[in-house]
């Protein structure tokens, strides 16, 4: 098109168009995460809320109703305000997350978990009722937990930007890790205030164990230096050596005949403490990811308008003979200067269009690059996911005998579990 033409029609879409929707398109995409932190850190509060009601129903449940009863309430009362919470930081975002879907996975699982608060009355009513089982009750808040630690999941899927990707996967493998912490609280109770732990008993212990520990290396690789120090100060407490002793007394079947009951009371009290330490943990994790919001918001804006200023000097219908440059001030603005330039905009003197251009273009394959370990971390535990999926469905057996059977076949193979995974559930595409 020449010239004339372009003058005659002057909203031909242009390079610098799509160049400046690119930059707006990354703007979104930061302003959603500014949104979504309010979401991610009012779930964290709400699970935790969950967790504390459910090891208060637990016990009430184990004591047949003579402990706890009080304390319970007062956590239902709680949990009940930590859902209006969610449900607020839910419906400022609902707009952006409806009107413009970043991901339907997402969208789904925050069905699901509403669902999920909406079938809570009923559930509590059963154990006021004493009308369901210890191991009942741990199942049914653990679905309605999962349900929320997936949107936080999902959330992570649809990050863009590296260091905000990494910081929400090292808050979702936390709070799995802390839910599984959670669970072992609950199947501790049961065998100690028993007296003894059974085979399956034993091996849910085991499991459990051993799923928080990849929960937590995965945590560690991916949180900033602030949450690890805080984690490794809590794994240096005292109280874990006391939990750990703990442990093997219920994961060594055979070796003890009986144990004191009294044990019950010490070990609830002794993970409900860890769980407490988790959470802070976690906040710390949610508020470096909020501060990395609030600091890749503004880098975004001040890069979109220098962009937008590189731009405009261009005058892209009247073309020169020789390759148009953008002229750029390099006066006193030494700070504005160095942001363009780690930005890749422009440097002194002399940009193209096309400069501009592949200039974005090698940011965002170093972006697309860094997400990788990332995407991978998130992928694996999808994957992980589907094969259990799989094995419950073809053996007909529950969710955690078929943790223990992946477990087992990467043991016997010598491999990986999310190598074990990912061929299972290739084997299982392929006999479709």
Same mark, same amino acid.
């Given at each position: 098109?020449?010239?004339?033409?372009?003058?005659?029609?002057?909203?031909?879409?242009?390079?610098?168009?799509?160049?400046?929707?690119?930059?707006?398109?990354? @703007?979104?995409?930061?302003?959603? $995460?500014?949104?979504?932190?309010?979401?991610?850190?009012?779930?964290?509060?709400?699970?935790?809320? +969950?967790?504390?009601?459910?090891?208060?129903?637990?016990?009430?449940?184990?004591?047949?109703?003579?402990?706890?009863?009080?304390?319970?309430?007062?956590?239902?009362?709680?949990?009940?305000?930590?859902?209006?919470?969610?449900?607020?930081?839910?419906?400022? =975002?609902?707009?952006?997350?409806?009107?413009?879907?970043?991901?339907?996975?997402?969208?789904?699982?925050?069905?699901?978990? @509403?669902?999920?608060?909406?079938?809570?009355?009923?559930?509590?009513?059963?154990?006021?009722?004493?009308?369901?089982?210890?191991?009942?009750?741990?199942?049914?808040?653990?679905?309605?937990?999962?349900?929320?630690?997936?949107?936080?999941?999902?959330?992570?899927?649809?990050?863009?930007?590296?260091?905000?990707?990494?910081?929400?996967?090292?808050? =979702?493998? +936390?709070?799995?890790?802390?839910?599984?912490?959670?669970?072992?609280?609950? =199947?501790?109770?049961?065998? $100690?205030?028993s007296g003894g732990f059974d085979s399956a008993l034993s091996k849910r212990m085991t499991h459990l164990v051993e799923a928080q520990e990849r929960c937590f290396e995965v945590f560690v690789s991916f949180a900033d230096h602030d949450s690890r120090a805080l984690w490794q100060t809590l794994r240096s407490h005292d109280r874990e050596t006391e939990i750990e002793r703990l442990r093997q007394l219920?994961?060594?079947?055979?070796?003890? !005949?009986?144990?004191?009951?009294?044990?019950?009371?010490?070990?609830?009290?002794?993970?409900?403490?860890?769980?407490?330490? @988790? !959470?802070?943990?976690?906040?710390?994790?949610?508020?470096?990811?909020?501060?990395?919001?609030?600091?890749?918001?503004?880098?975004?804006?001040?890069?979109?308008?220098?962009?937008?200023?590189?731009?405009?000097?261009?005058?892209?219908?009247?073309?020169?003979?020789?390759?148009?440059?953008?002229?750029?001030?390099?006066?006193?603005?030494?700070?504005?200067?160095?942001?363009?330039?780690?930005?890749?905009?422009?440097?002194?003197?002399?940009?193209?269009?096309?400069?501009?251009?592949?200039?974005?273009?090698?940011?965002?394959?170093?972006?697309?690059?860094?997400?990788?370990?990332? !995407?991978?971390?998130?992928?694996?535990?999808?994957?992980?996911? !589907?094969?259990?999926?799989?094995?419950?469905?073809?053996?007909?057996?529950?969710?955690?005998?078929?943790?223990?059977?992946?477990?087992?076949?990467?043991?016997?193979?010598?491999?990986?579990?999310?190598?074990?995974?990912?061929? +299972? =559930?290739?084997?299982?595409?392929?006999?479709?």
């Amino acid at each position: 098109m020449n010239t004339k033409q372009q003058q005659q029609n002057p909203k031909s879409p242009t390079a610098a168009n799509f160049l400046i929707a690119s930059r707006q398109c990354e @703007l979104m995409n930061l302003q959603y $995460f500014l949104q979504m932190g309010k979401v991610v850190q009012s779930i964290s509060n709400l699970v935790h809320g +969950l967790q504390r009601e459910r090891g208060a129903s637990n016990v009430f449940l184990g004591s047949s109703g003579e402990k706890f009863a009080g304390e319970r309430e007062a956590m239902i009362l709680e949990s009940d305000r930590l859902a209006e919470l969610f449900e607020q930081a839910l419906a400022e =975002v609902q707009e952006a997350l409806t009107a413009h879907p970043v991901s339907s996975h997402l969208l789904n699982h925050l069905a699901t978990a @509403l669902h999920g608060l909406q079938q809570l009355p009923a559930l509590r009513a059963q154990v006021a009722g004493q009308a369901m089982s210890t191991a009942e009750a741990t199942e049914a808040y653990g679905n309605l937990i999962h349900s929320l630690i997936t949107v936080v999941f999902e959330a992570a899927d649809t990050a863009v930007d590296p260091s905000l990707a990494g910081l929400l996967v090292a808050m =979702v493998h +936390l709070m799995n890790g802390k839910e599984f912490c959670g669970q072992e609280r609950a =199947v501790g109770s049961a065998g $100690f205030s028993s007296g003894g732990f059974d085979s399956a008993l034993s091996k849910r212990m085991t499991h459990l164990v051993e799923a928080q520990e990849r929960c937590f290396e995965v945590f560690v690789s991916f949180a900033d230096h602030d949450s690890r120090a805080l984690w490794q100060t809590l794994r240096s407490h005292d109280r874990e050596t006391e939990i750990e002793r703990l442990r093997q007394l219920g994961c060594s079947v055979g070796r003890y !005949k009986t144990l004191d009951s009294g044990l019950a009371d010490r070990w609830f009290s002794l993970m409900s403490e860890r769980m407490d330490e @988790l !959470k802070k943990v976690e906040d710390a994790v949610e508020g470096s990811f909020h501060t990395r919001c609030v600091e890749r918001f503004a880098e975004a804006r001040n890069s979109l308008a220098h962009q937008e200023t590189l731009i405009a000097s261009l005058d892209e219908q009247n073309p020169p003979a020789q390759p148009l440059l953008v002229l750029c001030d390099s006066g006193d603005d030494v700070r504005s200067g160095e942001a363009w330039k780690s930005e890749g905009v422009g440097q002194q003197f002399g940009r193209s269009i096309f400069d501009l251009v592949q200039e974005q273009t090698r940011r965002l394959q170093q972006m697309t690059d860094e997400l990788q370990s990332a !995407k991978e971390a998130l992928e694996d535990r999808r994957t992980q996911e !589907k094969a259990v999926l799989l094995l419950m469905e073809h053996r007909k057996i529950d969710n955690n005998e078929a943790h223990r059977v992946l477990r087992k076949l990467a043991m016997d193979q010598g491999k990986k579990l999310p190598e074990v995974a990912r061929a +299972l =559930v290739s084997m299982a595409d392929v006999l479709k």
